[in-house]
């Protein structure tokens, strides 16, 4: 399901912000991008975002910053009186003044290095904090389109519902179209001489043949599945695709024996309706 939320927080020393990203996906993919000095809170980060979120592709950044706290400036005297001795020697050699300035020093790097003390478990504090208040407000837009996404779920399982009922009535009058075609058949083949036993024989067959009263049966009680776990809590996104591959199959199966144009126009609506519902459900945990 797709979702963004952010926020930031400056305290105890520490300014954080946090950004939560979502897309559709069918597995949960978690990428989290955190400040190179505090790499060491992304197996926290991680179990806090995979214990909420169990499905999609899920985008975390955590960047911290300190703001305030103890800072030591170190000046590497090997390293300056290394520098000052190679500047004299290039300007002895190219017959230059040999004054060097503080500001030729400080060009090069490691001559000072500035260390700012962290304090890990105060800025783990601060980045918790931010963590929950921005899943807040994440899970708040999730569940704004999760509201439309249950309406419009409802209207797909409404079609797949009509078109079955629809099925259902068209195939009660395969029997008396088979009757009528066997008989016209017969007819045709052997004039008055019908002998009837062999074309109720006949028909008998066909209609073992064509019959789809067991796959009607089997769709209906998917519809009713379906509908159930509209109404569960949890994680249902998995149980949908299942849903749907056996809602599949019975409709396949449903055109295979169908004899009729009425019902293979229905089985083209029903199968719409659930590449409909597939599509939506990559949006659903």
């Not at 806090?48 to 950044?61: N, Q, Y």
């Not at 195939?171 to 009837?196: C, N, P, S, Y």
Request: charged residues 30%; negative net charge; contains cysteine.
């Amino acid at each position: 399901m797709t979702g963004f939320a952010s926020g930031e927080r400056e305290k105890d020393g520490y300014h954080v912000t946090v950004e939560f990203k979502s897309y559709n996906n069918r597995y949960l993919d978690l990428n989290v991008l955190t400040s190179q000095q505090y790499s060491a809170f992304e197996p926290r980060i991680r179990a806090f975002a995979s214990e909420r979120v169990h499905r999609g592709k899920l985008d975390i950044t955590v960047r911290i910053r300190e703001t305030a706290g103890d800072t030591v400036i170190s000046v590497d005297r090997e390293s300056v009186a290394a520098y000052a001795a190679a500047l004299r020697e290039i300007a002895s050699i190219a017959g230059l003044g040999r004054d060097i300035t503080l500001e030729n020093l400080l060009r090069f790097d490691g001559v000072l290095t500035v260390d700012r003390k962290k304090n890990v478990d105060a800025a783990w504090r601060v980045t918790e904090e931010l963590l929950h208040e921005v899943f807040a407000r994440f899970e708040a837009v999730r569940l704004t389109e999760g509201e439309e996404l249950s309406r419009d779920l409802t209207a797909q399982i409404a079609i797949i519902e009509s078109a079955v009922l629809s099925i259902e009535q068209l195939h009660e009058q395969i029997e008396d179209g088979i009757k009528r075609t066997v008989r016209a058949r017969f007819a045709e083949v052997l004039g008055d001489r019908v002998d009837e036993d062999r074309m109720l024989a006949e028909v008998a067959s066909l209609l073992v043949k064509h019959s789809i009263n067991e796959e009607v049966v089997r769709l209906r009680g998917h519809i009713d599945a379906f509908k159930a776990a509209m109404t569960e809590d949890g994680p249902i996104g998995k149980r949908f695709d299942f849903i749907c591959q056996e809602l599949n199959r019975e409709i396949n199966t449903t055109g295979s024996k169908s004899v009729l144009y009425g019902i293979n126009r229905h089985v083209v609506d029903v199968k719409e309706a659930i590449e409909n519902i597939r599509e939506q459900t990559r949006n659903i945990e």
